[in-house]
Every structure is written in C-alpha cells, then in structure tokens.
C-alpha cells in the first residue's frame, strides 16, 4: 500500500504544474496584450516604460511556463 502513494503524490505534482504552465501562459498572453494596447499622452508620457516592463513579465511568464511544461508533461 505504500508503493501508492508516490505515484499518486507525481500524480499531483504533474497536475500541478500542467495547471501552473497553463496561468502562465495566460498571464503572458495578458501582458502582451497590455504592452500592445497601452498608450499614453501628455506631459509625464510613462507608456514606453509600461510597456517594457510587460514585454519582460511576457518573456519571464513564458520562461517559467516552458520550464514547468516540460516537466508536467514529460512521461
């Protein structure tokens, strides 16, 4: 009974990380959408900064996402 409860706890560790893969993901694609939408106007103009900045929490989103993808689906 014992030789169970490793399998189930890779189990859920492999289900974890296929769901974390997935929020990062979905986080990614939402800041690339930011940093493509956003605009700004005036004095204090901010919005290239923004932009950067989401451009970077994009490619560090998707890093982290392919790391986790790949252990959660590996067989």
């Given at each position: 009974?014992?030789?169970?409860?490793?399998?189930?706890?890779?189990?859920?560790?492999?289900?974890?990380?296929?769901?974390?893969?997935?929020?990062?993901?979905?986080?990614?694609?939402?800041?690339?959408?930011?940093?493509?939408?956003?605009?700004?106007?005036g004095v204090l103009d901010l919005s290239n900064i923004v932009r950067y900045f989401l451009i970077g929490f994009a490619v560090v989103f998707d890093v982290a996402a392919v790391l986790t993808g790949r252990y959660g689906w590996k067989s």
């Open positions: 009974m014992t030789s169970i409860k490793p399998i189930e706890e890779a189990f859920m560790n492999k289900t974890l990380c296929k769901t974390i893969t997935v929020i990062l993901t979905l986080l990614a694609i939402a800041s690339v959408l930011g940093a493509v939408t956003i605009t700004g106007s």
